[in-house]
């Protein structure tokens, strides 16, 4: 199985044939896609202007695409970085077992959903790349009460309990961790409002 460096470098391969150069940009979302895959297929689409179903799309378009998707994931791989060698100081003074904050990280092993949209067709319109810094910055500091990625404050729980509170403007599942307390039963009692209404 490629993985996303071997993938990247058939993107930008000229002499490929174009749906092929197009695959391998869609394969690259199976190693790391930030909003999960429809979402991140579906941003990169609309920010450079690919067609989701043009199997021949502008070879500069997709190229662009996959400077944004690289550039974001390099966002990523300096913070799982900074985590390992974290993690490491920690169990190092005896910390073996990762505290609850922790566990975002877990779930979001490889960069895949990191950021998960809800709504594949509901995203933030902001480059990748800047996306996970606010994201990141937000997890390495106190709790807040608003989308790290948006500042938007309506945030709805919108399934119990395994997800986490959405983010009505840009669309995210807001990592609890960059919450507070308060503003994450708000975003409970908001989704379970909306459950009884819709009932």
Known sequence: MAGFRSLARQVRDPRSDLALRRYSLRKCLERFAPYGHRATWDHLCVRHGIGP?????????????????????AVWLGYETGFAERRRREKHDGLRRPGAFDDWHRRTWGGNGVARCEDPAVHPSRPLAEVLGRLIAALESDPGTTCPVCAGADLRWLHEPWSGPVCTDCGIVVPQPVLTPATLARARNAGRRDLASAA
């Open 53 to 73: 179903e043009d199997r021949s799309p502008d070879p500069a378009r997709l190229m662009r695409a996959l400077d944004e998707l690289e550039a974001a994931r």
